[in-house]
């Protein structure tokens, strides 16, 4: 751990430089490779083991359960899960939609659990979600994550940057965004295009930090 609380930011391991890890499938995938979502209230059992407790700045009732299909890494279609703020359920589906008409690759999309939060730093996290109930990295104020109004992108392609530090802190070879690999945000590309639709805002366009991973309904 360094100083100020995140892991130490080591080297990027030689077979992580260039992503191309398979998804485990979480839920069964699609049957076709037509793009398909759900939105509904959030299941007992997926609240029971998301971030989600009282305190949060969303009570259960004001966040949706989503499942989409992406495509991953792997070149085959699966289905994620998200958890959402309600108020933006439907817009969050359209724009991953966008995404698998690109194809655009995905590796993880799976609800972040409260366990997590509190684990050891790795380094290597590449999971694709929304709901988090945390603070602002490096802050006390609530992040847009705890509403359910931001989604984090392929974090491991698309890191956040502020000064020497790089989350995840083993993702320091695509600080280089020069070097186009599948899954990074481009300014113009799909991605950006695809929330900028829905009228979110991209943390790359951020001067500090330059949180790559980051789209958000809020502007934070």
Known sequence: MRADGFGEVLPTPPELADRHLPTADLLPPPATDDYASTVEAVPGEVLARSTWQPGCPV?????RYLTMSFWGFDGRVHTGEMLVNASVAQPVTEAFGALFAAKFPIEEM???????????????????????????????????????????????????????????????AYTDRADQRPGMILPGGVAERAFRAIGWTWGGTWDSPKDLMHFSATGG
């Open 59 to 63: 009570g259960a009732d004001q966040l």
């Open 110 to 172: 799976r609800v972040t659990r409260a366990d997590e939060l509190d684990a050891p730093p790795t380094g290597d996290g590449n999971n694709t979600g929304s709901f988090v109930c945390r603070p602002v990295r490096g802050q006390s104020g609530w992040s847009a994550h705890a509403s359910g109004l931001a989604v984090d992108v392929n974090p491991f392609c698309n890191p956040y940057l502020k000064g020497d530090l790089v989350l995840p802190e083993l993702a320091s």
